[in-house]
């Protein structure tokens, strides 16, 4: 059973004050007669199912229970988001096999952990109800009451022997201290209204949360988590291969041939010590190519500069090396000590700019490019446009599925948008 995300990832924006105690009050208050209709229909189905399952008819009923509680927990689940601020999750729950025979179908939801969750939640529920529905309800009342009390003072009875609340206080018998205190009193529940509301509803809303969409919870992060772990291996091997197919093409080579120049030299030091310094020439070119070959390596593995003086650096450094013009655009405030990211983050951002300059250069065509990283609150965004002729995609086989992989690790996602004949947009976002 995993957990089935039901709106957009991104959580909802939070509502104004006002708003938000209108959502939360009529959660709470419309929680209480479904609490009681859950209560009543599951309890009835359960009793019934129960008393009867020593015969045929007691099986079919306690299944057909199970099923209404999930259709309750459903109407539950969609009323959360609007209390918990999140996605609307659903758990998948457990399914016949295809040809199952109809009494395999009765038993699929009683070997179902979550349809027993639905139940407990349908009958528990009216206990939590009950409370949150007399305070909200409780609040609202004295806020009303209380703030208008001004408009129907006059229309109460009072007897000559009657104390009210201000005299009982010492405040005296006028009007004007009447209404002062009930105004007074008014006015703290009203003020303390969204509080007391958001609190109820949270109440109620989390004790949902917990038996609805808990264990759907811990499980989808537990997919999460392996999916992450498996790009992580993924991203790593590649980069393996990568880096040993570049050192066995290029630096490995050299170095070969470096030693080979070498021997001919000390053979042609006896007879012709000429040609043997012009091998030796040769041999320091093959060095010095050698040694920068190992450094434009070592500049994609983690480049000094990136641990050094941090991801602006680093991409200026990476920009200014480009084969076509790149406009940098880096949020300023990375740059500073207080600033900088997470070497993982810092690390992942500049792979992706990294690799996706090398496909535009090698594959797009392009004349130019602009390579943009902003930061909004705990989201770091990477894009890389260009103006070649499209079609790049994250098909099996294709350069952009390391950089995928690499943004999956680190929990961030990665977005393409490449029609044929361009342009291309590269976006990845990575949480900090």
Do not use: F, K, Q
């Given at each position: 059973m995993t957990a089935v995300p039901a709106t957009a990832d991104q959580p909802p924006l939070a509502p104004s004050i006002s708003r938000q105690l209108f959502l939360d009050s009529g959660y709470v208050l419309l929680g209480l007669p479904l609490a009681v209709a859950s209560f009543v229909?599951?309890?009835?189905?359960?009793?019934?199912?129960?008393?009867?399952v020593v015969t045929v008819i007691g099986l079919p009923i306690l299944s057909g229970t199970l099923y209404v509680a999930r259709g309750l927990a459903d109407i539950e689940r969609l009323r959360l988001p609007a209390v918990l601020r999140q996605s609307r999750i659903r758990p998948q729950y457990r399914l016949p096999e295809p040809g199952a025979s109809a009494w395999r179908r009765i038993f699929v939801p009683m070997g179902d952990a979550q349809s027993w969750l639905d139940l407990a939640h349908g009958l528990l529920k009216v206990i939590v109800a009950v409370i949150t529905f007399v305070v909200t309800l409780l609040w609202w009342a004295g806020a009303v009451t209380g703030t208008l009390y001004w408009v129907y003072d006059w229309a109460l009875p009072r007897g000559p022997e009657d104390s009210d609340l201000a005299q009982l206080l010492g405040l005296g018998?006028?009007?004007?201290?009447?209404?002062?205190?009930?105004t007074a009193i008014g006015l703290f529940f009203l003020i303390t209204l969204p509080i007391v509301a958001r609190g109820c509803a949270l109440l109620q809303a989390s004790f949902g949360r917990a038996l609805l969409t808990g264990v759907a919870e811990?499980?989808?992060?537990?997919?999460?988590?392996?999916?992450q772990k498996r790009a992580a291996v993924s991203a790593e091997a590649s980069a393996l291969r990568r880096l040993e197919r570049d050192i066995h093409d290029g630096p490995q080579q050299r170095l070969v041939r470096l030693a080979m120049d070498l021997s001919r030299a000390r053979q042609q030091l006896a007879t012709d010590p000429e040609a043997a310094g012009r091998t030796l020439d040769e041999a320091v070119t093959q060095t010095r190519e050698t040694l920068a070959e190992l450094r434009a390596l070592s500049r994609g593995i983690a480049p000094p500069v990136l641990v050094d003086r941090g991801l602006p650096?680093?991409?200026a450094a990476l920009a200014g090396r480009g084969l076509i013009p790149i406009e940098l655009r880096v949020d300023p405030e990375l740059a500073s000590p207080a600033g900088r990211l997470d070497p993982a983050v810092e690390n992942t951002a500049y792979f992706v700019v990294a690799e996706a300059l090398t496909n535009v250069a090698k594959h797009s065509r392009a004349t130019e490019c602009l390579v943009t990283v902003t930061r909004h609150d705990q989201l770091l965004e990477v894009c890389i446009g260009d103006d070649g002729q499209g079609g790049a995609h994250l098909a099996k086989g294709h350069g952009l599925v390391g950089i995928a992989d690499r943004v999956r690790a680190v929990g961030g996602r990665l977005s393409v948008v490449s029609p044929v004949g361009g342009p291309t947009e590269i976006r990845a976002e990575l949480p900090l």
């Open positions: 229909v599951l309890v009835v189905g359960l009793s019934v199912g129960i008393g009867l018998d006028s009007t004007i201290a009447r209404i002062g205190l009930h811990m499980r989808n992060r537990i997919t999460v988590l392996e999916e650096s680093a991409l």
